[in-house]
């Protein structure tokens, strides 16, 4: 208690009696004392997942009323993007709202910290690999983008990746990226070949310059590595039986941004 009071800045005190004041509102207790702490009741989790809710929107309307107390006329809107998404979708996605007249805001991180965006209301749209399961309401996603994954290497790499005497292959792979340990047995017992990861990376570029460098092969996208494909600095070794997608997700807002649903309906990948 002592603790919760110098966050809210009220005296210990002054925090019991109103608490005490809402349990009698509510009727029922709220808190049950465990050793020197407070733990919640069923019936206190029940009103703290309203107030989260409350708090949320409070700071909406805050962001809300700053926007009009600045004058912007401009017409707003906030993308969360994972990091490994190709990022010309993401630059066709910009170009699309600048075609509005819009203001673009991009967050880029990974999904887990984008859904916890998603829960503090700030964000209008999301760009992911997967839908989520409470996504399945099709006037909230949509796939924007399907290809199959290829693996690819340096010139150098590929003649040890055709060489009948190589059995394993170094492999640079993104963690941002899922990649079942099933999908890796599955393709050993095909290619008689077994992809070893030697390193995990989060950020995309890093591992196509890795891979570019002779280091190990890496999963990536055609579209993504495209250009060093043409530069001959990278090779296709193979196309997988590895579907990646791209879905456009509409964040949870009270009132969702009149572009969200715009961009679900009209926007397509060129």
């Not at 465990?34 to 029940?46: A, I, Q, S, V, W």
């Not at 819009?102 to 209008?124: C, G, S, T, W, Y």
């Not at 890796?184 to 995309?204: C, G, M, N, P, T």
Request: one cysteine or more; aromatic letters at 8%.
């Amino acid at each position: 208690m002592a603790a919760a009071s110098k966050v809210v800045l009220v005296s210990a005190q002054a925090l019991s009696m109103q608490l005490k004041e809402l349990e009698d509102q509510v009727g029922a207790p709220l808190f049950i004392r465990k050793g020197k702490g407070l733990e919640l009741t069923e019936m206190g989790h029940f009103i703290f997942d309203y107030a989260q809710d409350i708090f949320k929107l409070g700071q909406e309307l805050q962001d809300v009323l700053s926007d009009k107390a600045i004058g912007i006329r401009k017409p707003k809107i906030e993308i969360g993007c994972e990091d490994s998404i190709p990022k010309f979708i993401l630059e066709n996605l910009i170009e699309f709202f600048f075609l509005q007249e819009a203001k673009v805001i991009v967050r880029e991180a990974p999904l887990e910290h984008l859904l916890l965006m998603q829960e503090n209301f700030e964000l209008d749209l999301v760009l992911t690999h997967s839908r989520p399961k409470n996504y399945y309401d099709e006037t909230r996603a949509k796939r924007i983008f399907r290809e199959n994954l290829i693996l690819v290497g340096s010139p150098e790499m590929k003649k040890r990746f055709n060489s009948k005497k190589t059995e394993v292959i170094p492999l640079i792979h993104n963690i941002s990226r899922p990649l079942s340990s099933h999908l890796l047995e599955k393709y050993s017992a095909i290619e008689k070949k077994r992809l070893q990861v030697i390193a995990e990376i989060e950020d995309h570029q890093t591992e196509i310059d890795l891979a570019r460098k002779g280091h190990g092969v890496a999963i990536t996208q055609p579209s993504t590595v495209k250009r060093y494909l043409a530069e001959k600095k990278l090779v296709k070794l193979q196309e997988l039986e590895i579907t990646d997608e791209v879905w456009l997700l509409i964040g949870i807002r009270k009132n969702v941004n009149r572009l969200a649903y715009h961009a679900l309906n009209e926007f397509v990948v060129k």
